[in-house]
């Protein structure tokens, strides 16, 4: 699924949210687990036996190919981390995360991400990681960068979604204190 995230349909920015604030865009959830914003995005199942849960999966192997053009609307500059993360599965807010520290639950996302973006000093860089993360658990950036005020600069995140991931995972841009 090749897709850019921006503010509204049409534009060519999305705008980092105010200084120790972060948004979140949830790449697999399921019934019971939607942020209150009733959207399960795992797929029927074509064939499902009396003993398996409905819905209750992943999209597994969908290709995710992700591009977010980062846009400072301030005039200071800001340190934006993007990041992939594993929050604990909960349908009533849809304004938080929960998460724990550390994270003792079972291993949830187990798999290769690549991040596509151009650095502080203007170079090309493309980044691979291996993530391992465990149910709850709030992700390491997988880049930082400062973006001066009314700098635009786009960051492209590309995985493929594990067969043995168990959702919720979501895309997080955080900008720091």
Known sequence: ??????????????????????FSYPLS????????????????????YPDTALRAHGNYAVHYNLTMPLFNKGRLSR????????????????DRHYFVDPPLGPVFFRG???????????????RYFHLVQRQGQQGE???????????????NVDLLYPPDATPPQSLSIRTLE
């Open 141 to 155: 950036p997988l880049v930082t960068l400062v973006l001066r005020g009314g700098e635009r600069r786009e960051v």
């Open 112 to 126: 290769p991400v690549r991040v596509g973006y151009t650095d502080d000093q203007n170079q090309a860089q493309e």
């Open 79 to 94: 340190r934006v981390a993007i990041a992939l993360d594993t929050p604990y599965k909960q349908d009533r807010y849809s």
């Open 1 to 22: 699924m090749d897709c850019q995230i921006s503010d509204r349909s049409g534009e060519d920015r999305l705008t980092i949210p105010e200084r120790g604030q972060a």
């Open 29 to 48: 959830t399921t019934d019971t687990g939607t942020y209150a914003t009733q959207q399960v995005q795992s797929a029927p199942l074509l064939v499902r």
